[in-house]
């Protein structure tokens, strides 16, 4: 059932699953609607390059979810993120041969109002303008003419208020634009064709790149294991990055630039030696990680993609805007991202 667009989705999915600038840990996320009535959605915790012809994703009836964001009454006395992820769940069916019992992406409600393919990931690209005071002009320089349409939302809580917020967008628009530029978040690009969907996410990364004049360069992730849950950073980026530039574990707290940050990072981050799962040597500028290896794998993705942002920023004299701490605080506490952040401890 649905071979072709099953296809598409784990291909597309794994192409940039594979990638750590565009994808940190088990962030990102992308879906395909199948029909008139499903949509495959990544499921949440899973990585993009972990996903399958049959595995990774969950099945959802998202003309449901759409009529749920148009009909929702904000006056009424409801827990909307609690409510939201109910009815998501409720309306999530299992096909044969798929695994049961996993929960969709925390993101799966704005998949549901775009184009039939779908890609949301945190580039270091999109996010170099997402999360710095001047990426909007910058984007809006590169893409307001596009002939695909942008538009770039502000920063929104993810999940119920942040689909929300892009139903509200897309309303205002007579035609839905395909790039989508989350502040302080990532990107969104979505297309009825499947090649044009693969297409547009790189196009809008290379599009960054050569306006800011930037090389093309992303340097992967590497952890050598150096004990029992033990791993030291052999990323190239991070060598130096912390050796001697007081940027301790003060410092990530307050340079947290995304919500995924938010999650792998704030109050994760030590210095010296081992008080945490990630543990800043100020003096030899070592990151060592004290955790299993698919949590330090993330955390140190996130580290590169964090750097790799800084660094880029600070070349290019734009100011980089982390997030606000009630915003933090929010994140930390979600139960959504709770459930991600167990999914890391198997
Ligand atoms: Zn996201």
Same mark, same amino acid.
């Given at each position: 059932? #649905?071979?072709?667009?099953?296809?598409?989705?784990?291909?597309?999915?794994?192409?940039?699953?594979?990638?750590?600038?565009?994808?940190?840990?088990?962030?990102?996320?992308?879906?395909?609607?199948? &029909?008139?009535?499903? @949509?495959?959605?990544?499921?949440?915790?899973?990585?993009?390059?972990?996903?399958?012809?049959?595995?990774?994703?969950?099945?959802? !009836? *998202?003309?449901?979810?759409?009529?749920?964001?148009?009909?929702?009454?904000?006056?009424?006395?409801?827990?909307?993120?609690?409510?939201?992820?109910?009815?998501?769940?409720?309306?999530?069916?299992?096909?044969?041969? +798929?695994?049961?019992?996993?929960?969709?992406?925390?993101?799966?409600? #704005?998949?549901?109002?775009?184009? =039939?393919?779908?890609?949301?990931?945190?580039?270091?690209?999109? &996010?170099?303008?997402?999360?710095?005071?001047?990426?909007?002009?910058?984007?809006?320089?590169?893409?307001?003419?596009?002939?695909?349409?942008?538009?770039?939302?502000?920063?929104?809580?993810?999940?119920?208020?942040?689909?929300?917020?892009? !139903?509200?967008?897309?309303?205002?628009?007579?035609? @839905?634009? !395909?790039?989508?530029?989350?502040?302080?978040?990532?990107? $969104?690009?979505?297309?009825?064709? *499947? =090649?044009?969907?693969?297409?547009?996410?790189?196009?809008?990364?290379?599009?960054? $790149?050569?306006?800011?004049?930037?090389?093309?360069?992303?340097?992967?992730?590497?952890?050598?294991?150096?004990?029992?849950?033990?791993?030291?950073?052999?990323?190239?980026? +991070? !060598?130096? *990055? #912390?050796?001697?530039?007081?940027?301790?574990?003060?410092?990530?707290?307050?340079?947290?630039?995304?919500?995924?940050?938010?999650?792998?990072?704030?109050?994760?981050?030590?210095?010296?030696?081992?008080?945490?799962?990630?543990?800043?040597?100020?003096?030899?500028?070592?990151?060592?990680?004290?955790?299993?290896?698919?949590?330090? +794998?993330?955390?140190?993705?996130?580290?590169?993609?964090?750097?790799?942002?800084?660094? &880029?920023?600070?070349?290019?004299?734009?100011?980089?805007?982390? @997030?606000?701490?009630?915003?933090?605080?929010?994140?930390?506490?979600?139960?959504?991202?709770?459930?991600?952040?167990? +999914?890391?401890?198997?």
């Amino acid at each position: 059932m #649905f071979e072709k667009k099953l296809k598409q989705f784990a291909k597309m999915s794994q192409a940039l699953g594979v990638r750590a600038d565009y994808a940190q840990g088990g962030g990102g996320n992308t879906s395909v609607k199948l &029909n008139d009535e499903f @949509m495959a959605v990544k499921a949440s915790g899973y990585k993009l390059k972990d996903m399958k012809v049959d595995d990774g994703f969950v099945v959802i !009836k *998202y003309k449901e979810i759409q009529k749920y964001y148009a009909e929702v009454d904000l006056e009424s006395d409801t827990d909307f993120y609690k409510d939201s992820t109910a009815f998501v769940k409720a309306n999530t069916v299992t096909l044969p041969g +798929l695994k049961d019992g996993m929960r969709a992406s925390v993101e799966a409600g #704005f998949h549901s109002l775009v184009y =039939d393919y779908v890609l949301h990931t945190h580039s270091v690209y999109a &996010n170099l303008l997402c999360c710095t005071k001047e990426g909007k002009s910058i984007a809006d320089k590169i893409f307001g003419k596009s002939e695909y349409g942008y538009a770039w939302v502000p920063y929104i809580t993810p999940g119920f208020d942040l689909t929300l917020g892009i !139903k509200h967008l897309l309303d205002d628009h007579d035609v @839905m634009p !395909k790039i989508i530029f989350m502040e302080s978040h990532g990107i $969104l690009v979505s297309s009825d064709d *499947y =090649d044009e969907c693969v297409m547009l996410h790189e196009m809008v990364s290379e599009a960054i $790149l050569e306006e800011l004049d930037l090389p093309n360069e992303f340097e992967y992730v590497g952890l050598e294991e150096t004990g029992e849950d033990t791993f030291v950073s052999k990323s190239e980026i +991070l !060598k130096g *990055y #912390f050796k001697g530039t007081g940027r301790d574990s003060k410092w990530f707290e307050a340079n947290i630039l995304y919500p995924d940050q938010a999650a792998y990072l704030s109050g994760n981050v030590a210095d010296g030696c081992c008080g945490n799962k990630i543990n800043i040597n100020g003096g030899t500028g070592e990151v060592i990680y004290k955790t299993n290896y698919k949590e330090a +794998l993330t955390m140190e993705e996130s580290i590169v993609a964090l750097a790799y942002i800084m660094e &880029n920023a600070k070349a290019k004299k734009m100011t980089p805007v982390p @997030m606000k701490q009630e915003d933090i605080d929010f994140i930390k506490n979600w139960e959504g991202v709770k459930y991600r952040k167990n +999914l890391l401890k198997k």
